[in-house]
Structures are given as C-alpha cells and as structure tokens.
C-alpha cells in the first residue's frame, strides 16, 4: 500500500474550527455585502459552492430571511427576477461563474465569495468577500467552504433568525473541534457503499458529502432528501453498505435500514451529545481522506480533476 506523509487536505480539515471562528467574527463587516432580509436572492456555484449555495438557501429562507434558490451557475435561469445574486467560487476563476456574473453586471446587485483576491471575480462582482484565510492547497475543497457557508449562517444569526433546531455559529464552531477528535469507527472505513441523506438544509451537506467521498477515495456514493430515501434508493443498502444521515430522521428510517442490513448512522439529530450537522460533515472529510490513502490515492491531487475549471472559447 502506498503511504503518504500528512496531507494538505488533512490539514486543512484540521484548521476548520479555527477559519470558522474567523469568519463568524468578520460576519458584520460584510453586511453592505450580503443579502439583506426581505432580499429575493439567488445563490449560485458549481460542484462543491453549488452545494453549499443551496444550504445556505434553505437556511436564510426557512429562518424567514425572503425567498432564496440555489442554482449551478451554469443552470441559472436569467429571464428570473431578484434583488441580489451571490455567486460562491473558491479560486475566483471558475468560468461559469465568471461568465454569468458577466451577464449579469448592471441589472442586479452581485457579491462574490472567494478565496483568492486576484482573481477574475474580483471585478466580475459588485461586491467581493475574500476569505483568503480559509484558501486551500488541496485540489478538494473542504474549509473554504464549509467557512463560506459559516459566514453566510453568522450574519443570518446576527440578523435575529435562524431556522428551528439550527445551532449558533458558537455551537457549531465547537462540534468541528469534537469531529476531529471522534474516532472513525472500523465499520465506515470498511464499508463499500455510503448513501448520504438530509433534509431541508441538510440536503445540501448530503450532496457534498457524497461528493467528497467520491473526489478523493473513488467511493461508491449516492445523495438524497431523506424522505426520498425508501422511494428506491433503499434497494442499494445491505450488509457493509451505510446510509448516513444529517439532521433529525424521518420516522422509522433508522428501522428500514436495519431490516435490509445496512448500518444506519446519524451523529446529529439535534439533541444532547449531537453533533451539528456541519460539523458532521468533517466527519466525512475524513474518512475520505482515509479511504484514498487506503487505497493508494493520493487525497491532495485526486484523479481527473483540477482546482479550478477553466474553459476555453467555445467551438464554432
């Protein structure tokens, strides 16, 4: 078996408790910046921003904050009216992104997250939050965007609303230190299929979380709204397969997955000794970095991909 000295992708995950705490305290420097309450808003990125965008949509608009959807850059629907458009990008040179800020520029507000000051988005957007201190060495995202999504959810809180069962930025800052420290049980990391689930704004973690695994380890993984789950993708689960869960569970999930002999984890249900449900996700950043080492891959250049999707001119 290949061995690898610690990875970026390692560290970075490590830092995540310190770079959340950093961007909850910069929330409300960036409120000219952000959707302001009662703002129809659209969020926009690809791959992992995208999945992101979409959990902090379900967050701002089931706290109240207004209407707010979540779109692909590549996928958004320009004839549709809003008050902003916030487009998430951690290099700052995503062509889709870059382009539909473009598009848009002039007919409604823009700001872009991003990691890197230097970049093309920097003028392509109204406004910009940079979060260099969250930056990443590692093809695979993890703290930037879980620390985009940290900042997004610290000015809802600081705007008064945040949806039922949903922690304080402060709260989850100290579950991303007990994610790191949890052991890993044997059977995750021995298991050959994970279905990842969530509900409302968890969904969004779910998406991410199946596509960590699958970025880094090669992992056979699919995503769901839990509800969704015993419409079908039941049939995939069994022995050695796990479905994994973020948030509070549907009744009787935990059961339907025991009866097909799968393992059923949830470790953030939202009572004592839980962990918030992005803290949660850290959990599975983890385990994908171990499950590629495991399998000789190396977590900080995983196969087929680059850290930034630039593209050229299109064909004639």
């Not at 990008?89 to 000051?117: F, M, N, Y």
Request: aromatic residues 6%.
């Amino acid at each position: 078996m290949t061995t690898f000295e610690t990875s970026r992708t390692s560290v970075e995950i490590a830092s995540q408790p310190a770079t959340w705490s950093q961007a909850a305290r910069s929330a409300g420097s960036h409120t000219d910046a952000l959707p302001r309450r009662g703002e129809r808003v659209a969020v926009v990125g690809c791959g992992t921003s995208w999945f992101m965008a979409h959990a902090y949509a379900q967050l701002r608009e089931s706290g109240g904050h207004g209407e707010t959807d979540a779109f692909a850059a590549s996928e958004f629907p320009l004839g549709r009216a809003y008050d902003r458009v916030v487009a998430l990008t951690r290099s700052g040179t995503t062509t889709e992104v870059v382009d539909l800020l473009a598009k848009l520029k002039g007919s409604v507000p823009t700001t872009a997250l991003t990691a890197d000051p230097a970049t093309p988005v920097m003028t392509a957007a109204d406004h910009a939050v940079v979060l260099d201190f969250a930056d990443e060495e590692s093809v695979v995202q993890t703290r930037f965007a879980t620390t985009a999504l940290v900042l997004l959810r610290a000015h809802l809180e600081a705007e008064g609303t945040l949806p039922a069962g949903v922690r304080p930025v402060a709260e989850a800052v100290q579950d991303a230190r007990l994610a790191l420290d949890t052991p890993l049980a044997a059977e995750l990391s021995g298991a050959d299929q994970f279905t990842f689930l969530g509900t409302g704004w968890t969904y969004g973690l779910a998406l991410e979380a199946g596509l960590k695994m699958r970025e880094a380890a090669g992992a056979w993984t699919e995503a769901y709204p839990a509800m969704e789950y015993r419409h079908g993708p039941i049939s995939i689960t069994g022995p050695g397969r796990v479905a994994w869960l973020f948030g509070p569970a549907p009744q009787g999930l935990a059961d339907d997955v025991a009866r097909v002999g799968g393992l059923f984890r949830q470790a953030s249900g939202g009572g004592s000794g839980s962990l918030d449900p992005l803290a949660d996700l850290i959990l599975v950043q983890r385990l994908a970095v171990l499950l590629a080492e495991a399998r000789g891959y190396d977590p900080d250049r995983p196969r087929n991909l680059t850290r930034s999707v630039i593209l050229g001119p299109a064909a004639a």
